[in-house]
C-alpha cells in the first residue's frame, strides 16, 4: 500500500499543553480557598495563618490548621493597608513580596496557548475542507486502497482453473504494457471489463493479477464505500476516485460488489431504494462517459449478480466486456488444488485429481477452505503430512457438517437410516454409470443430517437426456424406495430427497417440453443468477386451471415411474442391500473399497448402465 505522509506532532503538543494547563487550575482551584480581606486579616489576628505571600494584586499563603472546608491554602485580593506588614509582624506571620512579572511575560502566557489552538484549528480546517481531495472532513473522499507496482505480487500463476478467462484479460496486460499497439490501425482497448462469476471464484484475484502482470498501480474500492447517509457523498467520492486514476494511470481501477452502487433503477425504487443510490450511479455513468482508455486506465469491476445491473452500465462505451469467471472443471479444481497445496506439507501418495473428483461444485474459495481444513485435521491426530483420509474427512465436514458421535440413536432409527443409505447408493451404482459410490455413512451430521452417502462423478457434464434424468430421479427415491421395500413403510427421512425430485420432475414438464400431454411451452421461466440454485426465483407464466391440473398429474406420473424403477432395481439386488444395511450397522460407515468388495461378493452383475425399456419411461434433460 502506498506510503503515507507522517503525521504532524503539533496536535499532541496542543494536546498535552492543555492537560497541563487543566491539571495546574484544577490542582491550584482543589488546595486553595478564596477569602475576602476581611475575613483574612480576622485570621491573621486570631493566629490562624502561618505564612504570607504579598503581591500587587493579591495575598495568598497557607494557614496553621485547614479550615471548615478543609483547604489549607488560601488567596485573597489586596487592598491598599498601610497596617498590613505590622499586623503581620504583631502576630509573626512570615511574609514574602513576590514581584510582579513582566509585561513580556504576562503577554506570551495569553499569546502562547491562542496561537498554539489557532495553529491547531487551521490545521484541521486545511485536512478537512480545503487543502486536497476530501473536503468536508474527508467526506467526499475516495475510501480506495492503492496498491503500488511493488506491493502487488499476485500474477497469472497464482490463478488457476480459469484458462480462458485468463486468455482474454491477457490482452487487458498488453494494452497497459504497450498501449501504441492497439491504436495503431484506430482500434481501441475496451473501457471497462465486467468480471461476472459465482461468489468465491476469484474474480478479485483475477483483478489484482492483471495488476500484478502489466506492473500498474491497482485501486480497490468495494461497491457499498459509495454509500453514506449524507446525500450527495456518493457522487463526490466517485469523482474523487476517477480523479485518482487519471492522476495514476497507467493503472487498474477496480470496483468489487459493483451491484451494490449499479443496481437497476426501476427495480431500486420498487424495492425501497434512494435518491442517493441513484445520484451516485449517475454520477458513475457520466465518469465512465468521459473517460478517455487511451490514457492508460482500464476500469474493472466485479458481481456475482448481473442480471440486476442497470442496462445503461452494461451499454457498449462503458463494460464493453463481460467475462464469465465460473466454477473450474475437474481439471481446474484440480489445478487450483496445486496452487493451495504450497502452503501445507503434503503427502506424496495424495492424489489431486482424486480430491478433484470429489469436489464438484466446488469454487476456487471451497477449495482453499478444503485444504485448510485438511491441513487442521492432520494436526489434530499430529500427522507429519495431510493425506489422503485428512482430505476425506475435509470434504465430510465441507459437504455434510460436522459429525455427531455422541447422539444417541434408537436401534429401529439407526437400521431404517442404515437401509435408506443403502437404497440411495444400490441405485445410484446401478443407474448412474457416470457416477461412483465414495462413501456411505450412518453417522449424524450437521443441523439434520442422520446419514449421507457421497457420490464421485467420473466425468463432467454438461447436459443430461430423458434417459439419465429418470435415473437422477431414481436415485432421489432410493432411500424411500428401501425403506418401503424393506421395511414396509416409508419415514420423515426422505423428506428433502422428496423436495428435489419433484423440483427436477416439474422442471421437465414446465422448462424442458419433456410431457407429451403439455408439450413444448415454457411455463415457468427461472432467472439467471449467479447464486446457490435453491435461491434462484422463479417466475410462473400465467395458465389456466385446466393447464395446472394436467402439470401436477404429469409431475406425478413422472415420479411414479421413477419410484417403480428405483424399486425394479433394488429388488434385483436384495442380498447386497441386506448385508450392506448391516455392515453399517456394525461399523456405521462404508468407504469405497467395502462397497465394491460387497457388491462382488453379493451380485455377478457389473457396473454397467441401465436402460428404461418403455418409451413412455423416459422423462427428461437438464442444465
Not at 525 to 544: G, K, N
Amino acid at each position: 500500500m502506498g506510503k503515507s505522509k507522517p503525521r504532524s506532532p503539533l496536535p499532541y503538543l496542543v494536546g498535552f499543553f492543555l492537560i497541563l494547563l487543566a491539571l495546574n487550575f484544577w490542582v491550584v482551584r482543589e488546595n486553595t480557598e478564596l477569602l475576602s480581606y476581611s475575613d483574612f486579616l480576622a485570621r491573621v489576628e486570631r493566629g490562624e495563618v502561618k505564612d504570607v505571600r504579598i503581591s500587587k494584586e493579591a495575598v495568598s499563603g497557607v494557614l496553621k490548621t485547614a479550615g471548615p472546608t478543609g483547604k489549607k491554602g488560601f488567596s485573597a485580593i489586596r487592598i491598599e493597608d498601610p497596617q498590613l506588614i505590622s499586623l503581620l509582624q504583631k502576630q509573626q506571620v512570615t511574609f514574602t513580596a513576590e514581584p510582579e512579572m513582566p509585561f513580556w511575560f504576562k503577554a506570551m502566557l495569553w499569546a502562547i496557548p491562542l496561537l498554539l489552538l489557532f495553529r491547531f484549528w487551521s490545521f484541521s480546517m486545511k485536512r478537512g475542507f480545503g487543502e486536497g481531495r476530501g473536503g468536508l472532513l474527508g467526506l467526499t473522499r475516495s475510501k480506495a486502497k492503492l496498491f503500488i507496482e511493488k506491493d502487488i505480487t499476485t500474477t497469472f500463476d497464482d490463478v488457476a482453473g480459469v484458462d480462458e478467462a485468463k486468455e482474454e484479460l491477457s490482452e487487458v496486460v498488453q494494452f497497459l504494457e504497450n498501449p501504441e499497439r492497439f491504436s495503431r490501425l484506430g482500434g481501441r482497448i475496451p473501457k471497462g471489463v465486467l468480471l461476472v462469476g459465482p461468489p468465491g471464484t476469484g474474480k478479485t484475484l483475477m483483478a489484482r493479477a492483471i495488476a500484478g502482470e502489466a506492473k500498474v498501480p491497482f485501486l480497490s474500492i468495494n461497491g457499498s464505500e459509495f454509500i453514506e447517509m449524507f446525500v450527495g457523498l456518493g457522487a463526490a467520492r466517485v469523482r474523487d476516485l476517477f480523479q485518482q486514476a487519471r492522476d495514476l494511470a497507467p493503472c487498474i481501477l477496480f470496483i468489487d460488489e459493483i451491484d451494490a452502487v449499479g443496481k437497476l433503477r426501476a427495480a431500486a425504487v420498487i424495492s425501497g431504494g434512494n435518491e442517493e443510490k441513484e445520484q451516485t450511479l449517475g454520477q458513475l455513468l457520466a465518469e465512465m462517459d468521459g473517460f478517455d482508455s487511451s490514457k492508460g486506465v482500464i476500469i474493472l469491476a466485479a458481481t456475482n449478480r448481473p442480471e440486476i445491473l442497470d442496462p445503461a452500465l452494461l451499454r457498449a462505451g462503458r463494460f464493453d466486456r463481460q467475462v464469465l469467471i465460473d466454477n473450474p472443471d475437474q481439471r481446474g479444481r484440480a489445478q487450483i488444488l496445486k496452487v493451495h497445496i504450497k502452503k501445507i506439507k503434503l503427502d506424496p501418495k495424495v492424489s489431486l485429481e482424486n480430491i478433484a473428483s470429489l469436489t464438484p461444485g466446488f469454487s476456487g474459495a471451497d477449495l482453499a477452505n478444503l485444504v485448510n481444513e485438511a491441513a487442521l485435521f492432520a494436526t489434530r491426530r499430529n500427522g507429519d503430512s495431510v493425506s489422503d483420509a485428512d482430505f476425506d474427512k475435509a470434504i465430510e465436514r465441507i459437504v455434510a457438517g460436522l459429525e455427531k458421535h455422541s447422539r444417541i440413536m434408537h436401534p429401529d432409527e439407526k437400521r431404517r437410516i442404515a437401509y435408506h443409505e443403502m437404497g440411495h447408493a444400490t441405485a445410484s451404482l446401478v443407474l448412474g454409470p457416470s457416477e461412483k459410490v465414495h462413501k456411505i455413512s450412518i453417522v449424524p451430521r450437521g443441523l439434520g443430517s442422520l446419514g449421507y452417502t457421497i457420490r464421485r462423478p467420473t466425468e463432467d457434464r454438461y447436459l443430461l437426456d430423458e434417459d439419465q434424468m429418470i435415473r437422477k430421479i431414481a436415485v432421489l427415491l432410493g432411500g424411500r424406495a428401501a425403506e418401503t421395500l424393506f421395511l414396509n413403510s416409508p419415514s420423515t427421512g426422505a423428506a428433502d430427497d422428496l423436495v428435489k425430485a419433484t423440483d427436477l420432475a416439474r422442471s421437465m414438464v414446465t422448462r424442458f417440453g419433456m410431457s407429451d400431454p403439455i408439450g413444448l411451452a415454457a411455463l415457468e421461466d427461472r432467472e439467471l443468477a449467479f447464486i446457490t440454485p435453491e435461491m434462484v426465483s422463479q417466475t410462473r407464466i400465467p395458465i389456466s386451471e385446466e393447464t395446472a391440473k394436467n402439470i401436477d398429474h404429469e409431475v406425478k406420473n413422472i415420479l411414479e415411474k421413477a419410484l417403480r424403477l428405483a424399486v425394479k432395481e433394488l429388488s434385483a439386488n436384495r442380498t447386497f442391500i441386506e448385508k450392506g444395511a448391516q455392515k453399517l450397522m456394525e461399523q456405521e460407515t462404508l468407504d469405497e473399497k467395502d462397497i465394491l468388495e460387497l457388491w462382488e461378493k453379493c451380485t455377478t452383475k457389473k457396473l454397467t448402465s441401465i436402460k428404461t425399456t418403455s418409451q413412455s419411461e423416459k422423462v427428461t434433460a437438464y442444465r
